[in-house]
C-alpha cells in the first residue's frame, strides 16, 4: 500500500476520533435525565431490551451495524505507568517529544495531566453513562408493559451484569487493592443529582458479587446458560463467569477465580491459531534504511500490517473467535508507548507468533518522522541516520498492535486459560497447570515444539505468559494486585527528565508497592462535585 495514502487513512482516523470524542465530552453522569431510550417515554419491554442490547455498551470504537461512533482511548490513563513501558529519554527528547505533549507527564506519574476534563472521558464519564443506564433499565423493568418472563429475566440478568462490570473496572483504575481501602461506592439508582458514598473496597466487591450472583439467576431464569456467539455482546451465564474468574483473580480469590474459569472454557473454550489464520498475514508496507557512519545502508527495518484485519476494523473485534465480551479500546497513547527491556526481553521473537503479528508496526518509530525518521531528497526512502540511531534502543521501535489499533478489554477464552493455569500452579499443581499452559501457547507459537519447550507449569512461568497474551495493556492491574494479594514487591523504576526538553535533567523515578498513587487520581472537579478526598499522593 501506498505510504501516503497509509498515512492520510491514519490520521483521518485519529481526527475523526478525536472530533467524537470532543462531541461527546459535554454529559456528565450527574447531569444525566432518566429517559435513556431515545423516546420520549420508556414504556414496553422492547425498548429496554433494546437499551441492553445497545453494542457501544461494551464496544467503545468505531461501532458495527452502523449504531455510530463512541470512539475513545477508553481506559488507558494507566498505560504509560508500568514496568511494561519505557520512554528512554534519549528517544523521547529526540523523537517523541513535540509529538505527544499528554503522555510524558503521565509517564512521570505527574498527577497535573491525569486530573484533566480530557483525561475523564477515557474511563470516568463512559464508565458512570454506562452503570447510569443499566441503573435506568433496572428501574422500569417492572413498570413497562411486559412481553415474556424470559425477556424480563434476559433483560435484568444483562443490565447486573453490565452495572457489576463498570464498577470493577472503575475500582481497578481509582481504588487501592486492600478491602479497607477507600473504594469507588455504588451507584444503583437514577436519582437526580445523587452521588454513591464512597464507601470500602470490600463493599464495592460486595456489591459487584452479590450483582454477579442475581445476573446469573436471572440469565438460568432466561435461558440464556450458553455462549452465543453471533450475539456476544449480550452477556449470558458463560460471560458472568467469565468475569466472575477476573474479579476472583484480581482479589486473590483462586478457588473461585479457578471453579468459575473452567466452568467458562466448558462453554466455550476456543481458541483461535494464529499462525494458520489468513486474516494474521502480514504485509510489509513500509520501508527505513539504517545508515552507517559513511553514510551507507547497514540494516532495513521493515514494517508489516494485518490489513485483512485492519480493513474490517472492529467488525474483526466483534467477529474474533475468543471473546465471551466484546469490550475494546482503541489504544489512543499506545504509539507512544514503547515497551520496555524487561518486556522486551521476555518474547522468543523468532517463533511466538504474538510477538510477529502484534509488535510488527514500528508505531513508536513511525511518530518520529521528520525527527529520527528522513527521507533521501533523491531516492525519496526514508532513512535513520547513524546518529539519530544512537539514540534508539532495540525496544523503542516496539508497541503493541491489534484490530487496527484496538486492545481488548472484554475477557476472551486465552485469558480464562491463563487464569486457569495460574490458579493450578498456586495450587501446587504444576504438572496440571503446565498442560494447560502448553494448550494455549500452541495456539501462539509458529510451531508446536517451541511452543511446548520448558514449560513447567510455575507460577512465574504463567505470569509471563499472561504479561505476552495480554500485553503492557493489563500490566497496571497485575501489578496492582500482585502487590495486593502475593506481597510480590514490584517496583516501577525508571529514568525520567524533570524537564522534558534537557537531557542533563535526568531523575531516578521510583514507584513503591505502597505507593497511594496506585489509585489513579478523580477529575478534580468531579471530585469537589461529588465531596470524594482526591485521592492520595496526587497534587
Known sequence: MDKTVKEMRKIYTIVFLLAALVLGSCSDFLDETTDKSGSAYIYHMDQLYGLTGSTDLYLFSNVINGEGISGTAYLTEFLPLTDAVEMTPEFY????????????????????????????????????????????VLEYLDKVVQTTEAVRNQVEGEARFGRAYYHF??????????????????????????????????????RIYEDLRLAEEALI???????????????TVPTVQAFRARVALYRGDYELALSNATEALKAHGTLVDFKNDPDYELEAWWWINVLDEEGEVADVIEIS??????????????????????????????????????????????????WIYFYSSCTPLQMTYGKLIN???????????????????????????????????GMTTAEMYLIKTECEARSGKTGMAAETLKTLRCTRFMDDASAE?????????????????????WRFYDVKRLNGAENAGIYIRREILTDPSDLSTRKQLEIAPDDPRWALPFYTFE?????WEQNGGWE
Open 93 to 136: 527528547v529526540y523523537g517523541l517529544q513535540s509529538g505527544e505533549p499528554m503522555t510524558y507527564p503521565s509517564y512521570c506519574w505527574q498527577g497535573e495531566t491525569l486530573m484533566t476534563a480530557s483525561w475523564m472521558m477515557w474511563t470516568w464519564t463512559p464508565a458512570w453513562e454506562r452503570i447510569y443506564r443499566f441503573n435506568t
Open 169 to 206: 473496572m472503575l475500582l481497578t483504575q481509582y481504588c487501592l487493592w486492600g478491602e479497607d481501602k477507600p473504594g469507588i461506592g455504588y451507584r444503583d439508582n437514577t436519582s437526580a443529582g445523587e452521588i454513591p458514598k464512597r464507601e470500602t473496597v470490600g463493599y464495592t466487591l460486595e
Open 221 to 235: 431464569k432466561a435461558g440464556r446458560t450458553t455462549f452465543d456467539q453471533a450475539h456476544n455482546y449480550r452477556p
Open 305 to 354: 500490517s494485518m490489513f485483512a484485519l485492519e480493513d474490517m476494523d472492529t467488525e474483526a473485534v466483534a467477529k474474533y473467535e475468543e471473546l465471551y465480551l466484546p469490550n475494546v479500546s482503541w489504544e489512543g497513547m499506545g504509539g507512544t508507548c514503547p515497551i520496555s527491556e524487561f518486556f522486551y526481553n521476555l518474547w522468543d521473537r523468532e517463533n511466538d507468533a504474538r
Open 375 to 409: 527521507m533521501d531528497p533523491d531516492t525519496s526512502e526514508d532513512y535513520i541516520s547513524y546518529e539519530n540511531w544512537q539514540h534508539l534502543k532495540p525496544w523503542n521501535l516496539y508497541s503493541y498492535s491489534r484490530f487496527a489499533g484496538n486492545s481488548l478489554i
Open 453 to 473: 519447550a520448558g514449560v513447567t507449569g510455575s507460577v512465574q512461568e504463567v505470569l509471563d505468559e499472561r504479561l505476552r497474551e495480554m500485553g503492557a495493556f
Open 527 to 531: 471530585a469537589a462535585t461529588m465531596g
